[in-house]
T-cell receptor, first 114, second 111 residues
Framework: NAGVTQTPKFQVLKTGQSMTLQCAQD?????MYWYRQDPGMGLRLIYY???????DKGEVPNGYNVSRLNKREFSLRLESAAPSQTSVYFC?????????????FGEGSRLTVL | RKEVEQDPGPFNVPEGATVAFNCTYS??????FFWYRQDCRKEPKLLMS???SGNEDGRFTAQLNRASQYISLLIRDSKLSDSATYLC????????????FGTGTQLKVEL
């Protein structure tokens, strides 16, 4: 059982380049999330999808777009990467409704923007 | 004021010691509370949920104090393998069922 799978695990971009982080979960979860983690800042929510077909902004959405392709997949796109987007990105999913329920995380994608 | 605040540490303790972490939250409408553990350069993983009545899982005990708006985590008989960062997570139902993470408290258990 793979759980939550993210690709790529590492990426180096130049300022202005674009890229898409892919995330897939095999737990039949309704909700999926993208977080970024920076030193001293904790995990901050970028975007989330409460169910297939819906997406909403989180705390730090600027510079990002998302697509909930189907129930399994939730991608995060950087259209024009900036050095401030250097971070570790985590995708997560959760099956329970409401604010309860365990978040399952992928292993993270380490992005460096030069 | 941050929505969820934790002492970043590090807490350096000898093996076998008891250590406690607190976490304060600002939103009185918060309804769900968790402790996650994160090892260096790894993803966070659920350690335990925190219930109103408090709960215990082996050497770990979590408490919730709604009046003072804080949760705590107590680790007894610390092991070297407990060395990690402990993240406090608070949830609010509605508005996307938002979960807010604290910045984490680093624990180092030493011989």
């Amino acid at each position: 059982n793979a759980g939550v799978t993210q690709t790529p695990k590492f990426q180096v971009l130049k300022t202005g380049q674009s890229m898409t982080l892919q995330c897939a979960q095999d737990m039949n979860h309704n909700s999926m999330y993208w977080y970024r983690q920076d030193p001293g800042m904790g995990l901050r929510l970028i975007y989330y999808s409460a169910s297939e077909g819906t997406t909403d902004k989180g705390e730090v959405p600027n510079g990002y777009n998302v697509s909930r392709l189907n129930k399994r997949e939730f991608s995060l796109r950087l259209e024009s990467a900036a050095p401030s987007q250097t971070s570790v990105y985590f995708c997560a999913s959760r099956g329970a409704t409401g604010a309860t329920g365990e978040l399952f995380f992928g292993e993270g994608s380490r992005l460096t923007v030069l | 004021r941050k929505e969820v605040e934790q002492d970043p540490g590090p807490f350096n303790v000898p093996e076998g010691a008891t250590v406690a972490f607190n976490c304060t939250y600002s939103n009185s409408a918060s309804q769900s509370f968790f402790w996650y553990r994160q090892d260096c350069r790894k993803e966070p993983k659920l350690l335990m949920s925190v219930y109103s009545s408090g709960n215990e899982d082996g050497r770990f005990t979590a408490q919730l104090n709604r009046a003072s708006q804080y949760i705590s985590l107590l680790i007894r008989d610390s092991k070297l393998s407990d060395s990690a960062t402990y993240l406090c997570v608070v949830g609010v139902t509605g508005g996307g069922n938002k979960l807010t993470f604290g910045t984490g408290t680093q624990l180092k258990v030493e011989l």
